[in-house]
């Protein structure tokens, strides 16, 4: 799986919390996603999926014009409630912020989601469609899911099995890519924050039929990786 996050917006740009408000990528945005559809060209990918809000519609339209994409309601962003449309310099003055920095799982925003809500559905959403994507096509299949910043990172912490308070410590800056691959028994981190270079060593290797799970997919390989 790869997470894309949306290009960068006049929200980001501005120092603000976007939230599920209809903010726009601005032009810096759109030659992110741009790029990012040059380096996704070497990539077949067997679905696209992406959360509903219009900065994500548009780095898609952009990278990967004409593409068949599916919207998932689980890719959205966190709800921010009364946050939302908040420049962050005065959030960072809310009692709530300490709490969303170092304890996140406790954290619920006033009108809003609670974090620990939008972790279980943004992982939930991702296991579905790897499910459905390895059904249909193999477990060497790739498929991409465009989403937001916290959602990523709070998918990044499931993979690597640490708790939510540690997601903080996780970076998804506009139009990066993180790869994840899903096995049997636990997922492994490709690619994490990825915004730049080749993504040839993440292309399946060419089979006349596609190969299924073995068990020794789920093995971490001792002593290292020898790459793509």
Same mark, same amino acid.
């Given at each position: 799986m790869l997470l894309l996050r949306h290009g960068r917006t006049t /929200?980001?740009?501005? !120092? !603000?919390?976007?939230? @599920?408000?209809?903010? %726009? =990528?601005? %032009?810096? !945005? @759109?030659?992110q #996603?741009?790029? +990012?559809?040059?380096?996704?060209?070497?990539?077949?990918?067997? /679905?696209?999926?992406?959360?509903?809000?219009?900065?994500?519609?548009?780095?898609l339209d952009i990278a990967l014009p004409g593409a068949p994409v599916a919207v998932e309601e689980?890719?959205?962003?966190?709800?921010?409630? %009364?946050? %939302?449309?908040?420049?962050?310099?005065?959030?960072?003055?809310?009692? =709530?912020?300490? +709490?969303?920095?170092?304890?996140?799982? /406790? #954290?619920v925003f006033p009108g809003g989601e609670a974090m620990a809500a939008m972790a279980a559905r943004a992982v939930e959403a991702v296991r579905r469609w790897d499910a459905r994507v390895t059904g249909e096509h193999g477990p060497q299949a790739v498929w991409l899911a465009c989403s937001h910043g916290d959602v990523i990172k709070?998918?990044?912490?499931?993979a690597l099995g640490v708790h939510l308070d540690l997601f903080q410590r996780i970076v *998804?800056?506009?139009?990066?890519?993180? *790869?994840?691959?899903?096995?049997?028994?636990?997922?492994?981190?490709?690619?994490?924050?990825?915004?730049g270079?080749?993504? /040839?060593? =993440?292309?399946?290797p060419k089979r006349r039929r596609p190969r299924r799970a073995r068990p020794g997919d789920s093995d971490a390989t001792v002593g290292g990786r020898a790459g793509g």
């Open positions: /929200a980001n740009a501005d !120092g !603000g919390l976007a939230g @599920r408000r209809p903010v %726009e =990528l601005d %032009e810096t !945005g @759109r030659a #996603a741009a790029a +990012v559809g040059e380096r996704l060209r070497a990539v077949p990918l067997a /679905a696209v999926v992406t959360s509903p809000l219009i900065r994500c519609r548009q780095t689980g890719l959205t962003e966190c709800g921010y409630g %009364e946050w %939302e449309g908040q420049p962050l310099k005065k959030l960072a003055k809310d009692p =709530l912020w300490p +709490v969303v920095q170092q304890h996140p799982s /406790a #954290a709070a998918i990044v912490a499931d *998804a800056d506009p139009a990066s890519l993180t *790869a994840i691959s899903f096995t049997p028994t636990r997922p492994f981190l490709l690619r994490l924050n990825d915004t270079g080749d993504l /040839a060593g =993440l292309v399946p």
